[in-house]
């Protein structure tokens, strides 16, 4: 897909119409009655974060639903390019948003905890952002037309599996696990977008081109 036709996409609204917003728009307003409910008091910044990034990440796992996905795989736009438009579209609203939350929340952590608590954060985020859309991909890939109702049970379940580790802790608080938690958290954002990379590729695609005779 070129940048012209992926431009022409966004302009006209046909990317926006075909992509399921409720999803978001519902995370979005549950993030706005969050940050309402608390009224300023952020005596947990870590917990109060990881809550309104686990509401974004769910909103946004809905992002490669796509009822018209039967016709346009037969366009010339390879699936990855498509899938890839459709997370870019998500990561141009939640980029914005979270930026938003960590410049209202961060300020009440010790000075000297903020870029370390505001890049954990960010990490685990990205972390389970990557997971959901690479659940989504993979059950597009077995026939699922509308994967993200799967996308928050596996979220979910990674999170329980997170804090049923007592060995490799991922859910710390700040102090002297925080680093290696969130090396952890690092290589699960790695694996999962290896995860999601290989997910995009073409079914019909083959691993190899045939030798030649």
Not at 59 to 71: C, E, Q
Request: one cysteine or more; aromatic letters at 8%.
């Amino acid at each position: 897909m070129t940048p012209s036709v992926a431009w022409e996409l966004v302009r006209s609204g046909h990317l926006v119409r075909s992509l399921r917003v409720a999803p978001f728009v519902t995370g979005a307003a549950a993030v706005v009655a969050f940050l309402a409910v608390r009224s300023g008091d952020t005596h947990d910044v870590i917990t109060d974060l990881r809550v309104l990034g686990l509401l974004l990440a769910l909103g946004s796992g809905y992002v490669l639903d796509d009822g018209a996905a039967v016709t346009l795989q037969a366009s010339p736009y390879s699936l990855a390019r498509r899938l890839w438009l459709r997370i870019g579209c998500a990561a141009t609203a939640v980029i914005p948003l979270w930026t938003a939350i960590l410049a209202r929340f961060l300020p009440a952590a010790p000075a000297g905890d903020r870029w370390a608590l505001g890049l954990g954060l960010t990490v685990e985020l990205a972390a389970a952002l990557t997971v959901i859309w690479a659940v989504a991909v993979w059950g597009r890939r077995h026939g699922f037309e509308h994967p993200g109702i799967i996308t928050t049970p596996a979220l979910l379940a990674s999170l329980v599996l997170a804090t049923s580790i007592p060995w490799a802790p991922m859910l710390v608080g700040s102090g002297p696990q925080w680093t290696p938690a969130h090396l952890r958290w690092s290589g699960i954002l790695l694996g999962g977008i290896c995860v999601l990379v290989a997910g995009m590729r073409d079914p019909a695609a083959r691993w190899r081109s045939p030798a030649h005779p």
